[in-house]
């Protein structure tokens, strides 16, 4: 069963980083495309970052500039780095990896999240 694990959140101050991880276990499948999204309290969930297996990055206007998406392929893991972190950059942070299962099938696979929280 393929499972996404996160890790890496926290609590910080504004103007701190901090590093986000995911690794996907259990997959024999390809990945197309790993990514970070974050839901807020009373929000919706948003995307942050994403990135393809050929290294293509894609960001939320909002994190431009602050945000690094990466990835390591041999090991299945994203990691996505925060820089100079504001307090509106608090919420829940979910992984999330595009599978392909087959010629015809792809799907996405979530994580349970990880929060990360910047004080003001």
């Known amino acids: 069963q393929v499972r996404l694990v996160e890790s890496g959140g926290g609590l910080v101050q504004t103007g701190g980083s901090l590093s986000l991880s995911c690794v996907v276990f259990?997959?024999?499948?390809?990945?197309?495309?790993m990514g970070w999204y974050r839901q807020a309290p009373g929000k919706e969930r948003e995307l942050v970052a994403t990135?393809?297996?050929?290294?293509?990055?894609n960001y939320a206007d909002s994190v431009k500039g602050r945000f690094t998406i990466s990835k390591e392929s041999a090991k299945n893991t994203v990691y996505l780095q925060m820089n100079s972190l504001k307090p509106d950059d608090t919420a829940l942070y979910y992984c999330?990896?595009?599978?392909?299962?087959?010629?015809?099938?792809?799907?996405?696979?979530w994580g349970q999240g990880t929060q990360v929280t910047v004080s003001s």
């Open positions: 999330t990896a595009n599978l392909r299962i087959n010629e015809f099938l792809k799907r996405d696979f």
């Open positions: 259990r997959s024999s499948f390809s990945i197309n495309a």
């Open positions: 990135i393809t297996s050929g290294g293509s990055t």
